[in-house]
Every structure is written in structure tokens, then in C-alpha cells.
């Protein structure tokens, strides 16, 4: 069973900085493509960033240039480093990664639990 845990959020002040980790845990084959989404109360899951397995970054308009997505292929895990957070950033993060896990060979996506990121003076 495939999981994947997050870790890293927690409170800090307007243009502070955090890291998110996400590793993944368990059986499986190969992992695709990750990326961290967020959720505020009331509002939709969103995209921040993606990163396929080659390094090709995707970022949502709204975290360019403060965000920065990697990944440690080695290890199975994802890097989030937030830069000059702002209170609009306060979000449930989520991790999800696109793992091809037995009984199939095909990919299917999987999500962490979240981590809360709280941007608040």
C-alpha cells in the first residue's frame, strides 16, 4: 500500500519562509509526476506546483518566483520551499504524486494527508 506523508507546515509571519516534504512509503513500481496542491476553508483545491520525474517544473501564477518545487528521486520525495509568504498563502497543503503501484501497472493518483501552513502575524 502506497502512502505518502507530508511534512513541515506550521505558523510563520508575513514574508517568512517554510519547507514542505512529502515522501512516499510502501510497494510500488515507478512515481510520475508530483506536486503540492492547497486548500483554504471555503474555497477549492488548487495547484501550486508540479515536478515530473525528469525536473520540468509547473507553478501557479500566484506562487512564481516565491515558490520553489523539487524533488529527491532517491529518497521518493518532494520539496516545497516557500519564500516571502503572504497571509493569502494560508492553506492546507497537499501532497499528490502519480505512483504505479501493484496489483496494476497503471498510474493512479495519490494524495497525503496535509500539512496546515498558517501565514498570520
Known amino acids: 500500500q502506497v502512502q505518502l506523508v507530508e511534512s513541515g507546515g506550521g505558523l510563520v509571519q508575513p514574508g517568512g519562509s517554510l519547507r514542505l516534504s512529502c515522501a512516499a512509503s510502501?510497494?510500488?513500481?515507478?512515481?510520475?509526476?508530483m506536486g503540492w496542491y492547497r486548500q483554504a476553508p471555503g474555497k477549492q483545491r488548487d495547484l501550486v506546483a508540479l515536478i515530473t520525474r525528469g525536473g520540468m517544473t509547473n507553478y501557479s501564477d500566484s506562487v512564481k518566483g516565491r515558490f520553489t518545487i523539487s524533488r529527491n528521486n532517491a529518497k521518493n520525495t518532494v520539496y516545497l520551499q516557500m519564500s516571502n509568504l503572504r497571509p493569502e498563502d494560508t492553506a492546507v497543503y497537499y501532497c499528490?504524486?502519480?505512483?504505479?503501484?501493484?496489483?496494476?501497472?497503471?498510474?493512479?493518483?495519490?494524495w497525503g494527508q496535509g500539512t496546515q501552513v498558517t501565514v498570520s502575524s
Open positions: 510502501g510497494t510500488y513500481f515507478s512515481i510520475n509526476v
Open positions: 499528490k504524486s502519480t505512483i504505479a503501484a501493484p496489483p496494476s501497472i497503471a498510474y493512479d493518483d495519490y
